[in-house]
């Protein structure tokens, strides 16, 4: 049964967003007018069809088509207005903060210039903050089906624009993909000054998970799911108080899991384990960060309690500086009692 007082709670909560791709929120009919305004074929014929063509088995399937989206990307402008129509989404779910991934590999592999593809994202996130007072953070990831010398490649070409991007992740293909690929990459990350995170544990085994921490040396945990498998790493996931970035509808749409009332949001609150609610891939999972909340709060039964501490959760699992965190924490306060 929908709960009413617990949905207007979830709309008028101010939230942080973790978990982002931004090119994940390219929406079908932004699609269709890029490709019209840069002239790329791409092989749908409407809006409808390119709906009906995100049904996907695995993470794989998804990739495959996100990719492709990808190619209507072309210029500055383009990651502004993808950008901007996330932010205003965004917006419209009272989300006050997002810390956004981008994938550069996705789109230098396909010629375009670094800069190009950073100058449209930030200026977007710049109007953000002063349009809507959304603040943010940009994260840079790394496909990881690609090689370490491409992610190496990849860091190189970020060194002028460091002072502009404030962490680095992890992304694509898991399984095959381990984070310990990466250990070198990341701890040269973390010596520029670099926050780090990672994808683990959505395909991925909780070995991944351990290495993702002990190799990578990562804040937080994007997903995390498959963490679940093994007792002595929730123990230590909870003593270290780190956050999980959880995608209710991402997992439903993966076939992670079976049914959206096998989200792990339930145990992990159960657990004392800090989890958060995200979009990851918005325009393709079907669902914004509310859709996000409400999907799960009726699924899982969340007491209004539940659902505070989940937005408490993105506030305090960001990278904001602790006085940001708790003016935050008061707005959510002042909404919680007004
Ligand atoms: N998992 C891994 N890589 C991704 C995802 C995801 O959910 N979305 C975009 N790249
Ligand atoms: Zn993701």
């Known amino acids: 049964m929908p709960n009413p007082s617990r949905a207007a709670l979830i709309d008028r909560l101010p939230k942080a967003e973790l978990h982002l ?23 749908f014929a409407s809006v ?15 990739l495959d088509i996100y990719y492709q989206g990808m190619s209507v990307l072309l210029h500055e402008q383009d990651f502004y ?17 997002v810390e956004i991934f981008f994938d550069p590999q996705g789109h230098t592999e396909r010629g375009l210039a670094f800069e190009t593809v950073l100058s449209g994202i930030e200026r977007a996130l710049k109007d953000g903050e002063v349009q809507l007072g959304i603040s ?14 491409e992610a190496f490649a990849t860091l190189d070409q970020a060194m002028p624009y460091l002072d502009r991007i404030h962490g680095v992740g992890l992304d694509s293909s898991e399984v095959g993909h381990p984070p310990a690929k990466f250990s070198r990459v990341f701890a040269r990350a973390r010596d520029l000054g670099l926050h780090v995170t990672a994808h683990a544990g959505e395909e ?5 998970v351990h290495q993702a921490l002990d190799l990578l040396e990562v804040e937080r945990i994007d997903h995390g799911n498959r963490a679940l498998e093994d007792a002595a790493l929730v123990s230590r996931i909870a003593d270290e ?21 096998d989200s792990p949001v339930r145990r ?17 999972f079907g669902g914004y960060i509310n859709a996000n909340f409400h999907a799960v709060a009726e699924a899982l039964d969340l007491t209004e309690a539940e659902i505070v501490k989940l937005a408490e959760n993105s506030f305090t699992g960001s990278f904001l500086p602790l006085t940001d965190q708790a003016r935050h924490l008061n707005e959510i306060a002042e909404a919680v009692h007004g």
């Open 81 to 97: 207005d993808l950008t901007w129509a996330y932010l205003l989404r965004a917006d419209a779910d009272n989300v006050r903060h």
């Open 241 to 261: 108080g780190l956050t999980l970035t959880v995608c209710p509808l991402s997992n439903l749409r993966l076939c992670v899991i079976k049914d959206i009332a």
């Open 136 to 149: 943010y953070r940009l994260i840079m990831c790394f496909l990881r089906h690609l090689s370490e010398e």
């Open 48 to 62: 409808e069809e390119v709906r009906a063509a995100y049904s996907f088995f695995n993470l794989q399937d998804f």
């Open 21 to 43: 791709h931004i090119e994940g929120s390219l929406e079908p009919e932004l699609l269709f007018a890029l490709a019209e305004r840069n002239g790329v074929a791409i092989p």
């Open 268 to 284: 992990m609150l159960d657990l004392g384990l800090k989890a958060t609610i995200n979009s990851d891939d918005p325009a393709y």
């Open 204 to 208: 991925g085994p909780p070995e991944y």
